[in-house]
């Protein structure tokens, strides 16, 4: 077991200056491939990484409860490498925020946001009830060893969980969420619309004889390689992304889990004349 602490190498200046960029191996000084609990200078926590700790038939089953949430989509902002405003037809520009287009979906349930004034489920959920019920187990154990090893973010994040509308939040754990990305190389970014007192985490499933893909805290130096059944905890609030993929051929494949409490989901209230259209699970209508 690695326990270290980590020096920061680049300035905030140069830190901001990659924000949105693709980055690559240059900026690992020291890769992590065992087991390691890794903090800043002054003791926080920056991440827990943990090898062989989530079955590989677990696993499977969120890949293949999940899958279908998998979309192209240009929603996600500065972690696709730009972010900005939609440009319509006729030139001008739109409120609406986009990024470039990325193969990701969204499992669980979501709060309300400019284009959509009610808390529901994701598109994915509604559509594919039975396939994201076979996939609970998957997030139950991310949810347990989530308690086991950052027991006071997860204490945290349970509480608000607990207190939440629980229409909205995924049984018996503390996420309202899953992000499910496919192939996605993300930029320097920094996560937001998740809950800032919690701890992001990060679960990857592999097909193919290819490498890279390194998780990277840039402003750290430090990499982290993810193989099926491995485990990361880390704090999203900082500016990280991975590594470009090696060898990367048409039957390769990486599908990554992020799951999270999205920050607002404890205000979930849907207006009187929206509540027939926040179904619930048996086919009645909710209640809030």
Not at 36 to 43: E, F, I, L
Not at 56 to 66: C, P, Q
Not at 169 to 184: A, E, G, L, Q, R
Not at 220 to 231: A, E, P, R, S, W
Request: charged residues 25%; hydrophobic residues 30%.
């Amino acid at each position: 077991m690695i326990n270290k602490k980590f020096k920061k190498i680049l300035t905030e200046q140069q830190a901001d200056n990659i924000y949105k960029k693709h980055i690559g191996e240059e900026y690992i000084t020291e890769l992590i491939t065992e087991d390691a609990n890794g903090y800043d200078m002054y003791g926080n926590l920056l991440f827990k990484f943990r090898k062989n700790v989530i079955p590989l038939e677990t696993l499977k089953l969120g890949v293949d409860s999940f899958k279908d949430s998998i979309q192209w989509t240009e929603s996600r902002g500065a972690a696709s490498g730009f972010s900005g405003k939609r440009t319509r037809a006729d030139g001008t520009i739109s409120n609406t925020s986009v990024g470039q287009h990325v193969e990701s979906g969204v499992v669980g349930f979501m709060d309300k946001s400019a284009m959509i004034r009610y808390c529901r489920k994701t598109a994915f959920t509604r559509s594919y009830f039975d396939k994201y019920k076979e996939g609970l187990p998957f997030i139950k154990l991310v949810d347990d060893k989530y308690k086991e090893l950052c027991p006071q973010y997860y204490a945290r994040q349970k509480n608000i969980a607990e207190g939440t509308n629980q229409n909205y939040v995924i049984p018996d754990t503390s996420f309202t969420t899953v992000t499910v990305n496919k192939n996605f190389r993300t930029a320097v970014h920094k996560d937001a619309g998740d809950f800032t007192e919690g701890f992001g985490n990060l679960v990857v499933y592999r097909e193919g004889d290819w490498s890279g893909g390194y998780f990277i805290l840039p402003e750290y130096g430090v990499g982290i390689d993810l193989k099926n059944t491995d485990i990361l905890f880390v704090d999203v609030h900082k500016y990280h992304c991975n590594t470009g993929f090696k060898n990367f051929t048409d039957d390769c494949l990486r599908v990554s889990f992020v799951l999270y409490y999205r920050e607002y989901m404890y205000k979930c209230k849907a207006p009187k004349d929206e509540l027939l259209r926040v179904k619930i699970d048996q086919g009645g209508y909710n209640k809030l």
